[in-house]
């Protein structure tokens, strides 16, 4: 520690004269801009270079993106303000969502809207009636199993018997309150144990129940994400 010392200061007697020179020059400009400026226009001036380097360090190094990419998300997001450009971007909205209006009105025509709730209540038949007025809006026939994503039905007879079956048993449950439901927190329990038996999952493998396929893709994506995040990952790719 000693003999570094004379080294540090051997260093700075060599460079003595240019740390006083600049040490001058910036004493000289400091007493030039108090000379020149009241001391608000400085409180303005320091605020105003303040705001501009913490605007460029967040541009920086504040986003996920790279630079190139938020260049052209800026260049983008500010030429949709020309009002060509607005006007197209609202032409090819407008023909879309007419194009899905006029698609999705084909099954339902001359079907008068329900715009309120009745001032008295449909007797049981009469509703029975209007729900079955429902389904006969269904024109496409997903039930021969052609239809990709939509309902997964099985050919067996007994199925929707036991569709009905379990919805009579369970329809008026909430698996949010598992204390007092301890029958479907028991169920819940045994398919998420069942489907990390098939995985090969030991005793610390756990899981929930989602309410379909597109959620529990979704929470499949925020799981790894949220693993990347925890090893410090702050830009994973999916």
């Known amino acids: ?65 790279d630079i190139p990419t938020r260049i052209k998300q800026t260049i983008f997001r500010l030429a949709r303000h020309i009002p060509m450009v607005q006007r197209e971007i609202a032409k090819a909205r407008n023909d879309t969502l007419k194009s899905v209006y006029a698609d999705m009105a084909k099954s339902i025509q001359g079907h008068k809207f329900a ?28 039930s021969s199993g052609k239809v990709s994503g939509c309902v997964y039905k099985l050919s067996k007879s007994d199925t929707n ?7 009579n048993l369970f329809g008026d449950t909430n698996p949010l309150h598992a204390d007092v439901f301890p029958d479907i927190r028991t169920m819940e329990a045994e398919v998420v144990r069942c489907v990390a038996t098939m995985f090969h999952g030991d005793e610390n493998v756990c899981g929930t129940m989602t309410s379909g396929g597109t959620e529990s893709l979704l929470m499949a994506c925020k799981t790894y994400r949220d693993m990347a995040l925890a090893k410090g990952i702050k830009n994973p790719e999916m």
């Open 115 to 142: 715009k309120a709730l009745p001032e008295k209540g449909l007797a049981k038949d009469e509703l029975i009636r209007k729900l079955e007025n429902y389904r006969n809006f269904e024109t496409i026939s997903y």
């Open 161 to 167: 018997e036991i569709y009905t079956t379990a919805f």
């Open 1 to 65: 520690m000693g003999s570094a010392r004379p080294f540090y200061t051997q260093i700075l007697n060599n460079y003595e004269p240019q740390l006083s020179l600049l040490y001058e020059k910036t004493r000289s400009l400091n007493d030039k801009l108090l000379d020149s400026f009241t001391p608000l226009q400085l409180i303005a001036m320091a605020s105003v270079v303040t705001a501009c380097g913490i605007g460029l360090y967040q541009f920086l190094f504040g986003h996920d993106e």
